[in-house]
Each structure stands twice: as C-alpha cells, then as structure tokens.
C-alpha cells in the first residue's frame, strides 16, 4: 500500500498496483460508485479504485451516458450505487461556451442559467435515494486571473456555482466539492488536457482526477470504512505552545498576533468550528488537572471554553489507558476516535496498543498546522451546522456526569429511579426525518439490523401505508438527549408485521430505553391489527451485544440461517416483557 500512496498521478504505475491490491485482498467489501458528466469520466474511475484500495475495499464505477443526464442519474439510483458524483465541465454547458461567455454574447448566460438550474435540480430530484450525492464546481479550463477581458467568464463562473450551491442545499443527500481547489492543488495547467479535450471530450488530467478521487473518499468517509465521532486533543503543544506546567499561564503561545501563538489560536478557532458542527471534543493530556483548568477558564486567549469539551481526561496515566476510558465513556468504539498529539512517543505508544484509533501528529512546522485542521475537516466529512449538532457535546457531558453519580446508589433500579426518564414515542413524524437517516447511518452497536437509509428512504417509507417510521426521543434529569432511537416495521396489508430496523445511540444505552419501547410499540400494532410480528437479528462485527435482545423482550426464536441471521415472531396479544418501572413512555400520536 505504500507503493500505491507513493504511485501520485501515474496512470500505468496506479492501474497495476491497483490491480495487485485488488488480486491480493480477494474478499474486500466492494462499493460501488457512479459516475455522471457532461465529459468523459472513465479515468476517475481508475483513481477511485486507488483511493478504495487504500482502504482495503474494492471499487467498481457506473457510468451514466453523457447525452442524457436525468435519465442516466435515474438509472444508477436504480442500480443502488453507494455513492454518486457529478462532474461536469462549464465549456462542454454549450458548444465553445467559454469564448462566447467572453464576448458577452447576449442572452447566452441567462439562458445556459436557466438550463442548467432546471437539469440539475432532476438530476438531484431523481438521486434522492443514493445516500452520498457529491457535485463538484463549474470552472474555467484557464486559472482565474485578474484581467478585464475575462471579467464576463469570471462572473458567468460565479452565477453557475450559486446556482448549484443553492441547488444542493435543498437536497440533504448532495455536497459540493470545489473544483477550482483541485486544479490549483494539483497545478492548473496538470489539471487539463485540452488536446485529450478536443478529441475526446476528456478535459481532466491524471492529477486532477486522483485529486478529485482523494477528496470522493474523504467526502464519504473512506467509502464507508469509518464513521469518526471524536476528536480527542492533547494539551501542552496541541492547543498551546509551551508547557503550562513549565511556563505557568502567562507564559504559554496563544493569542493573535505573532507566531507561534496566533498559529494556536487560529487552530482554536477551528476546532470550535468542528465542535459546533456536531464533532465530539475531548482532551487527552499527561498534566496536572488543575494546571489545564487554569488555562480553560482564566486564559483571555483561550478559544475553546469548558463547556466545548464533551470529556476529559488530564492525569498522568499512560494515553492509551485514557483514551479506551474516553471511548467506554461515551459509549462508541475506539475505531471512532482520532487522537492529535504533538508527541512521537506518545503517538507510536497509542498506535501500539490500540491500533484502531486513528492518530494524527501535529506538523513539526508549525506553520503547517492549520492546513492539517482542514484535513481533519474532511476526515471528519462535517458539512453545515444543523439544529442538534451544537448539542451533542451538552448531551455526551451529561451521559459522563450520570455515570459518574451511579457509584451513590444501592442498586442499578435505585439509581435509574432517580433520573426521572422519559421517552416519547412518535410514529411517522416528517419533521425528524433527517435525524432518523443520520442515526441509521452511523448507529452500529445497539443496531439489530444495520439497514441504512437517506432522508429520502425515511420520508418514503413515512408516507406509505405498508410501513410506519418510530422514533424515540429521551430526557431526563441530566438533559435533553434528543431523538436517540428508531425502530422501522413494515405492514402486510395480510396482518403481518416485519420489524425492518431497531436502533439506537450508544449514548442512552444501560437506562431501560431498549427495554421500555417495545411493549408500546407492539401494543400500538396490535391496535391496528397486525399479527404475528416478525424480527430478525443480523450479526455484525459491532452489534453482538444484541443478539439475544430479541429473546429478552418475548419474542420465540424460528430458526438460524447459515449467515447467523436469527429470526423470530411473536403473536399478539402475547405476554411480552413490560415497560420498567423507572421509565416514562409518552406516545405522541
């Protein structure tokens, strides 16, 4: 694999080691991608399967044909592609559209506008099914200049771009990847073929299209290989220059102005950015507690405030001892966390022990630093701010502040007594929509099924009389932790019922939620005549503490297939287990 990451823009060098990677992992989970473009696109697909090599997958492209863009969209929906990526070339919008542009040539741009608008939107329209739709920019085959007789090609750029930004925001399923970005990483002049161009309509060059390829993987998390939940910081040399304990609180780099400490200070920022877009803060330092308190509430350059950080662990212990602390915690797996440290020691100490963290070193030079935090913005794949992302870290504070006041109580019943839990239980509600997808996405441990679904999958199966949409809300006396589990059933118009999907969030596990939804969401089927009600359990490399979850709530096992699938029915009315007594349960419809 080294080769591989070493091979760059080499097409002959990529295509063989790809096909080596592929020869020597025979067994490796295969993602499919398509692939839709006013151009030719079927070097991308050499560069995608590099970028899934890497991760130990294999990549096969659709390619859907250049005349026509809805239909062919259409159709590789229907094929069920993972992922979906749209690449056209402003130029190829209309015959010689860049020179025209250029003349000013009346009506052309609110024409080509207009064209543009309607075909995308049916393009996106008809994509709504493919869980990771990513269109990349419109650009000029020339690099942007500052000269007047470009200044009507720069602005037919720019309205093209609105145009398909405010397109994508309307559709939850499609991002943007910037173009222009590539082609200047990549040099433009490398980007760009035009003689291939001309005779091929093939406009892009090898390295823009490993750039493009680099950015697809990052965009949809390593083609769904991972799914990071936490960014967990070092102290002394990650959010600061210095060592507190050293240099004592005045003397610490942080703060606008020179370098090294406005370097800090701007990485500060943008972590805070990640914080607020739903990524899970934490601190891992080997420093006396007291000493990063200090600098957390009385720093006046400090960014990051306490209340950013959803877990914290400043001790002396070793960092591989913390941070599968930190994990445990918050209820998610050490191959959820991405470890920054400043330390060589300390990160080949964590690599060696847990191995499924991912770690990531602060550059030597630090003027680099901030360059990093935008990769890790990728790595992470954030996207706007939503209206519950803000509140995770409160929502992971307060599940860390529950368990550490369980140690008061005699019994775990005395001490679950105490929180006053609530769950509210609604049935098909369009607005939850989006946070419903999202959960079946990432949710992998209390997860019987492991379906996965778009907001257009959830809103589909919400407005049709064969399927009803549950969702589980959960409060109590230590906050609002949100819309935290779901549960999909789908209805035979014969009476059966067939539980599709049953989740939920790491983060309320242990407090008779899983217990307490059941016994009202079978009584609501029996309402409605649906009997017996079927379930199954799908084995996973996450979910085993689920398999005999089925089996604890009354259901009778049928049998077990081959694959471990384990398949149950239960005939109602049926003595099931009962909603625990501690527990709440409001049905709200």
């Known amino acids: 694999m080294t080769s591989l990451a070493g091979a760059g823009a080499d097409v002959g060098l990529v295509t063989r080691l790809v096909a080596e990677a592929e020869r020597a992992n025979p067994d490796a ?34 390619i859907g044909p250049v005349a026509d863009r809805v239909g062919g969209v259409a159709g ?11 690449l056209d070339l402003l130029d190829a919008l209309a015959p010689g559209l860049e020179a025209r542009l250029e003349l000013g040539e009346e009506g052309l741009l609110a024409a080509r506008l207009d064209a543009y608008r309607a075909e995308l939107e049916l393009a996106l329209a008809a994509a709504a099914a493919v869980p990771t739709v990513l269109v990349g920019t419109l650009h000029a085959m020339r ?48 980007a760009h073929d035009p003689r291939s161009y001309r005779r091929f309509l093939a406009p892009f060059g090898p390295a823009f299209h490993d750039g493009l390829a ?19 910081l070092d102290c002394d040399g990650t959010l600061w220059g210095g060592t507190v304990g050293e240099d004592l609180l ?34 891992c330092s080997r420093n006396n507690e007291a000493d990063v308190a200090e600098v957390f509430a009385h720093h006046p350059h400090m960014v990051l405030r306490d209340g950013h950080i959803a877990i914290r662990r400043v001790s002396w212990d ?9 994990a445990a915690s918050l209820g998610i797996g050490l191959d959820a966390l991405v470890f920054l440290d400043d330390s060589p020691f300390e990160l080949e100490a964590v690599r060696a022990r847990l191995p499924e963290v991912a770690t990531v070193a602060v550059p030597a030079d630090i003027s680099a630093y901030p360059a990093l935090l935008d990769e890790l913005r990728d790595l992470f794949a954030v996207e706007s701010l939503t209206p519950g992302s803000a509140a995770k870290t409160a929502q992971y504070r307060a599940r860390e502040l529950a368990l550490a006041e369980r140690g008061r109580f005699e019994s775990q019943d005395a001490y679950l007594g105490s929180l006053g839990i609530r769950v509210t239980i ?63 059933v789908t209805l035979d118009p014969g009476g059966d019922a067939t539980v599709d999907s049953f989740l939920l969030s790491c983060r309320i596990l242990g407090r008779g939620v899983e217990d307490a939804a059941w016994p009202v969401l079978l009584d609501d089927l029996a309402e409605r005549g649906h009997t ?28 077990e297939d081959p694959d471990g699938r384990r398949r149950y029915s239960l005939a109602l009315p049926a003595p099931r287990g009962a909603v625990p007594p501690y527990v709440e349960v409001i049905r709200a419809w």
Request: hydrophobic share 45%; with cysteine.
């Open 29 to 62: 989970r295969t993602v499919v991608v398509g692939l839709s473009g006013n151009v030719t696109l079927d070097l991308l697909g050499t560069f995608l399967r590099k970028h899934a090599a890497l991760r130990g997958l294999r990549l096969e492209t659709r």
């Open 76 to 86: 590789l929906a229907a094929e069920g592609v993972d992922a979906l990526v749209i």
């Open 143 to 190: 690099p942007p200049a500052a000269d007047p007789r470009r200044a009507a090609l720069a602005e037919a750029v720019r309205a093209f771009n609105e145009v398909l930004a405010a397109t994508a925001a309307r559709h939850p399923n499609v991002g943007v990847v910037d173009t222009a970005a590539i082609c200047a990483a990549a040099g433009w002049d490398r």
């Open 214 to 232: 680099r950015q697809v993987a990052l965009r949809t998390r390593g083609f769904g290989s991972y799914y990071y939940k936490a960014l967990i």
């Open 250 to 283: 005045g003397g610490i780099a942080l703060g606008p102005g020179h370098a090294p400490g406005s370097v800090f200070w701007e990485v500060q920022h943008q972590l805070l950015g990640l914080q607020r877009r739903g990524v899970l803060l934490g601190l």
């Open 318 to 326: 070793a960092k591989a001892d913390s941070l599968r602390d930190i």
């Open 426 to 488: 609604r049935r098909d509600d369009t607005g939850a929509a989006r946070r419903i997808a999202e959960l079946t996405q990432k949710s992998n441990q209390f997860n019987l099924t492991t379906v996965r679904r778009t907001e257009a999958h959830v809103l589909e199966l919400m407005a049709s009389a064969e399927a009803s949409v549950y969702s589980l809300s959960v409060e109590d006396r230590f906050g609002d932790a949100g819309l935290t589990g779901v549960a999909v």
């Open 532 to 559: 017996p009600v079927h379930a199954s359990y799908l084995p996973t490399a996450k979910n085993a503490q689920v398999r005999e979850y089925w089996d604890r709530v009354g259901f009778r096992l049928e049998g």
